[in-house]
């Protein structure tokens, strides 16, 4: 099935138009209906993007002054990559490195034994490191431990105080190989809520 612009032409019968005119209108509806939501009635989502397809192609030379185009490029694996070009400095927006981690939640726990300390809140992944800072929120006070945690390759995590309240009885971190728990501290009696904010990135 194939597009054609000259069909009838002047040197044609115009009874050669309609089976032109069919392909030539369906090819037009496969192409729109590529990339985007084409409708034979009206609608209220016709033409609406169902993707944007790129094909590949050399970094452009040359845009009207107040012009920018974003566009697709192969990098040099071979792979596509999304750029933005804006007439005279060419930017890869692609890969995109990974986004930060935040983790926050409480939990209830007691305050002796197994009882004392939480299942996994957070497994950071190979090559990673972050914060975290667990601190009693019921009952409330200045309770609290500030640690910075290291995960290289897929080893266990490396963990390190920085900073923590000077009241005795804190919640504290608890490190299961690679795994990041909670627990409550050996002060006072009754249950208490721990809440923990971890924030991380990784490679």
């Not at 002047?10 to 032109?20: K, R, T």
């Not at 009952?139 to 390759?153: D, I, Q, V």
Request: net charge neutral; charged share 10%; with cysteine.
């Amino acid at each position: 099935m194939t597009f054609s612009i000259i069909v009838p032409n002047a040197n044609q019968s115009p009874g050669l138009f309609p089976a032109q005119n069919n392909t030539n209108f369906q090819r037009i509806k496969d192409i729109i209906n590529n990339d985007h939501n084409f409708t034979d009635s009206a609608a209220a989502a016709q033409g609406i993007h169902k993707q944007v397809t790129l094909i590949n192609r050399d970094t452009p030379v040359g845009l009207p002054a107040g012009n920018g185009i974003l566009y697709a490029k192969a990098d040099s694996g071979g792979a596509s990559q999304l750029n933005w070009y804006n007439g005279a400095v060419n930017y890869v927006l692609t890969p995109v490195a990974p986004a930060p981690t935040k983790v926050t939640g409480s939990v209830v726990l007691d305050n002796s034994g197994a009882g004392s300390v939480s299942g996994t809140v957070f497994t950071p992944p190979p090559n990673s490191q972050g914060t975290i800072c667990v601190n009693y929120i019921n009952p409330s006070g200045n309770f609290y431990r500030y640690y910075f945690f290291l995960r290289s390759a897929s080893t266990g995590i490396q963990l390190n105080l920085i900073r923590d309240s000077p009241n005795n009885g804190k919640p504290d971190v608890n490190i299961s190989g690679a795994n990041i728990r909670v627990e409550n501290g050996t002060g006072g009696s009754g249950s208490k809520t721990v809440g923990y904010w971890i924030y991380s990135e990784s490679i």
